[in-house]
């Protein structure tokens, strides 16, 4: 399954942000930075990208909840859920699913 292209831009900021900080650890391990000061710095790296890493799940999740099935048929067509209801529904999942990083 391709990324979404709506959050491809976003998922990329992330991980650029997250080799910012990365490298900028590496530099200071290799100038003898304190470990005191290193291990926040490593800890808000690995944030970042477990944040990217979520949203990217999050994304695939959402494809795949909102793509047709074999028979052309969407998820709970039959319901009597509106597309604004469902859209809402997914929306609020994937903001509690992203609340998890």
């Known amino acids: 399954m391709r990324i979404d292209e709506s959050v491809t ?14 490298n900028s650890v590496v530099i200071a391990i290799e ?14 790296a690995s944030r970042v990208l477990n944040e990217a890493g979520f949203r990217l799940i999050s994304s695939s999740l959402r494809q795949c909840a909102t793509a047709p ?7 709970a067509e039959d319901d009597g859920t509106s597309d604004a209801d469902r859209q809402a529904d997914l929306e609020r999942i994937e903001k509690l699913f992203l609340s998890l990083s």
């Open 9 to 22: 831009s976003e998922i990329v900021t992330r991980l650029r942000h997250a080799e910012r900080q990365v």
């Open 69 to 75: 099935t074999r028979d052309g048929t969407r998820p």
């Open 31 to 44: 100038a003898g930075g304190d470990c005191t000061e290193l291990v926040p710095r490593v800890a808000a």
